[in-house]
């Protein structure tokens, strides 16, 4: 099956930082990435979709210039976090839609603690 | 936004006994998705039901869907702790973004 990577799988970062998560399609290309936000014990919020050449979209309530997305190319997209505080500590989740079908394959997550 | 909500929240069975746990949503779909979550990882495909589908079947998983009460459900039998984990309904409405339900947290008890 596709496979999505996420890297890194976890990061400790001092508040203030910024601190940037990379999403890759291994094994197909993706037009389309999301980005998901999922606090403890609850479910996944989306954050964004991503286009690969184009400005994200960002979901109500998720600050463009606090989270920047940038897809480069059909198989990466990254997320920074800028400026993290404590507040942003959170498991962030990607997924990709492959070119040929609609199916999301999710990547195993980051998990950002900002102390 | 989320548009499933899940019940129950959380479930907890023996080995061997079958766990159900439902989804219900609010719009229109055009097919609803089950996902398996282990603790602190990504989330794995289970199965797809389309709007017109009534139920489906995959190894221990029989999923149905009810678009006339916008509800669907997710039963695994014979469960196994491997299966131990949290379960999401996933709804792809018009587009091609996904709005995650509450979930629902399986243990399995040997």
């Known amino acids: 099956g596709a496979v999505v990577s996420q890297h890194p799988s976890w990061v400790i970062c001092k508040s203030g930082t910024s601190v940037k998560i990379e999403c890759r399609s291994l094994?197909?290309?993706?037009?389309?990435m999301f980005w998901y936000r999922q606090f403890p014990k609850q479910s996944l919020m989306l954050m964004a979709t991503?286009?690969?050449?184009?400005?994200?979209?960002?979901e109500q309530g998720v600050e463009k210039d606090k989270f920047l997305i940038n897809h480069a190319s059909l198989t990466l997209s990254t997320l920074t976090v800028t400026s993290a505080h404590p507040e942003d500590s959170s498991f962030y989740i990607c997924?990709?839609?492959?070119?040929?079908?609609?199916?999301?394959?999710f990547g195993p997550g980051t998990r950002l603690t900002v102390l | 936004s989320q548009q499933g909500e899940e019940d129950p929240q959380a479930l907890s069975i023996q080995e061997g006994e079958n766990a159900t746990m439902n989804c219900s949503y609010k719009?229109?779909?055009?097919?609803l998705q089950w996902y398996r979550q282990n603790s602190g990882r990504g989330l794995v495909h289970l199965i797809l039901?389309?709007?017109?589908?009534r139920e489906k079947h995959s190894g221990r998983l029989r999923v149905t869907l009810d678009t006339s009460k916008k509800s669907s459900s997710l039963l695994i039998t014979a469960s196994r702790a491997a299966d131990t984990a949290s379960y999401f309904c996933?709804?792809?409405?018009?587009?091609?973004?996904?709005?995650f339900g509450a979930g629902t947290t399986v243990t399995v008890r040997a």
């Open positions: 996933a709804t792809r409405v018009n587009d091609y973004k996904l709005s």
């Open positions: 719009t229109s779909i055009n097919n």
């Open positions: 991503s286009n690969e050449g184009s400005k994200a979209t960002y």
């Open positions: 039901i389309r709007s017109n589908e």
């Open positions: 094994d197909f290309q993706a037009t389309t």
């Open positions: 997924s990709a839609m492959g070119l040929t079908n609609n199916e999301q394959f």
